[in-house]
């Protein structure tokens, strides 16, 4: 059971955990909503691990913990769960000012003493992908729920030993599946659920944008994406998050085939250095999905999108067919499908985009992030299932380092099931 909200003594922490004068670890007054109303408040204590990068930063900690913050806590079966974070780094003089402007207490360069501290029951990971594999061992070993980014480790070997560990101890367990909280994603679960597809028999993705490498556009993204040796690579980040989506949309895959390669032989870096690049910036690829359906998805740094969205699925069925990208969905019916007559003497007759019906919101859009972080609260505290585990996770490494495996011996590789 956790220590009760207001229990933590902040006489009796650790000294290597600073504290900002300026915020509370409780609610702030005009927040709280038990003034004689009985709500009981939950505090839960968050060890998060690299803020200071760029999805710690945006989507853990401003988008997730500190808009639940915001909004007075996560009220959940007449609970106000109220997340505690300790924000860990290197550089204390970030931490601070992070803490400053997000109105975080606590903040520390000393992960060990962090997780040494009772009164924090997770730890969360958003470092450099090289790093996880260590901190959640650690994190695990003193006791503490896991949450973390994907991908949780570099070979499925790692991955499925952390998974493992975290199994054996007991201990409440998660990895971020963003894209599935997505509202287009969600959406198209909901129609493929329905059955409005009837029999699927292909997926086409689409995923990429152009990541700058030069001096004149700065790069959207850190330049140890682009260096295999500090775990970058388009087919480690990006087929996690592919194992998920046909894992959860369509069953499961069975087997894959890949082009992958380096694109653009050279990058500059946040100091704006030239450097080799070593990793695969876009991929090719082919996958036989659960139920006999094909799948062929794109995923470029190195591409100029002319499309809906970032990313954007199509899935094609007997019965119709649904096309979604982050937030939107649409679907055709197999009865309103229009009758395309190929001639190319005459301009297109029929646009393509007609006869396609948009797949209403029924429920305000929530950060996807957040929306996995609010879960796995619950999941911590009231002992809500959270499917998307470690072991989920590390699925998604499976399927990177097969692909890379069809890469290098250029052929179809199988997809055997996981052991945890
Ligand atoms: N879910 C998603 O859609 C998504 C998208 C992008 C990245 N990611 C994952 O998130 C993780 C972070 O990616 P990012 O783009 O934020 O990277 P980033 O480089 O912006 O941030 C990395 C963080 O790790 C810390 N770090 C790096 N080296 C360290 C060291 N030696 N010691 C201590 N701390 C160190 C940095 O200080 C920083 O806080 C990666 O594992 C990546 O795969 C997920």
Redesign the pocket.
């Known amino acids: 059971m956790m220590a009760p909200f207001g229990s933590g003594d902040p006489h009796t922490s650790s000294t290597r955990i600073l504290r900002h004068p300026g915020a509370t670890a409780g609610i702030p007054k005009e927040h709280r909503n038990d003034k004689g109303a009985g709500t009981t408040t939950e505090r839960i204590g968050i060890i998060m691990?690299?803020?200071?990068?760029?999805?710690?930063?945006?989507?853990h900690l401003a988008r997730s913990i500190a808009a639940i913050r915001h909004d007075g806590g996560l009220r959940a079966d007449g609970l106000v769960i109220w997340p505690d974070p300790v924000l860990v780094?290197?550089?204390q003089e970030r931490l601070r000012q992070l803490a400053t402007e997000y109105g975080i207490e606590r903040y520390s360069t000393d992960l060990e003493a962090c997780l040494a501290e009772e009164q924090d029951a997770i730890y969360f990971d958003?470092?450099?992908?090289?790093?996880?594999e260590q901190a959640l061992a650690s994190a695990i070993a003193a006791g503490k729920h896991v949450y973390c980014?994907?991908?949780i480790a570099t070979t499925s070997a790692a991955a499925l030993e952390i998974a493992g560990l975290a199994q054996k101890a007991g201990i409440c367990n998660g990895a971020?599946?963003?894209?599935l909280f997505l509202p287009g994603l969600l959406k198209l679960h909901e129609v493929i659920k329905r059955g409005f597809l009837g029999r699927i028999l292909s997926v086409r993705v689409e995923f990429g944008y152009w990541v700058f490498e030069d001096e004149v556009g700065a790069s959207q993204?850190?330049s140890?994406?682009y260096r295999q040796e500090d775990?970058g690579g388009i087919v480690?980040?990006m087929f996690?998050?592919f194992r998920y989506l046909f894992d959860h949309l369509f069953g499961g895959v069975r087997s894959v085939a890949c082009m992958a390669t380096t694109h653009l032989p050279e990058r500059v870096d946040e100091q704006g250095r030239r450097y080799k690049t070593t990793a695969d910036d876009a991929a090719y690829a082919l996958f036989e999905l659960e139920g006999g359906a094909i799948a062929q998805v794109n995923a470029s740094w190195v591409v100029r999108p002319y499309r809906d969205d970032l990313f954007v699925i199509q899935v094609d069925g007997t019965d119709g067919s649904a096309t979604a990208g982050l937030q939107r969905c649409l679907v055709q019916a197999a009865v309103t499908t229009p009758r395309f007559v190929w001639n190319p003497d005459l301009p297109l007759q029929l646009d393509p985009r007609i006869g396609w019906t948009e797949v209403p919101d029924r429920e305000p859009a929530v950060n996807a992030?957040r929306r996995q972080w609010e879960l796995f609260l619950r999941h911590v505290v009231l002992g809500d299932p959270f499917p998307w585990d470690l072991a989920d996770s590390a699925r998604g490494v499976q399927l990177a380092e097969l692909t890379l495996a069809a890469v290098a011996e250029r052929r179809w590789v199988a997809i055997p099931e996981t052991p945890v």
């Open positions: 691990n690299g803020v200071t990068g760029r999805m710690g930063r945006n989507q780094g290197r550089d958003a470092q450099s992908t090289l790093r996880r980014e994907k991908p971020v599946e963003d894209k993204r850190p140890w994406n775990g480690l980040d996690c998050h992030f």
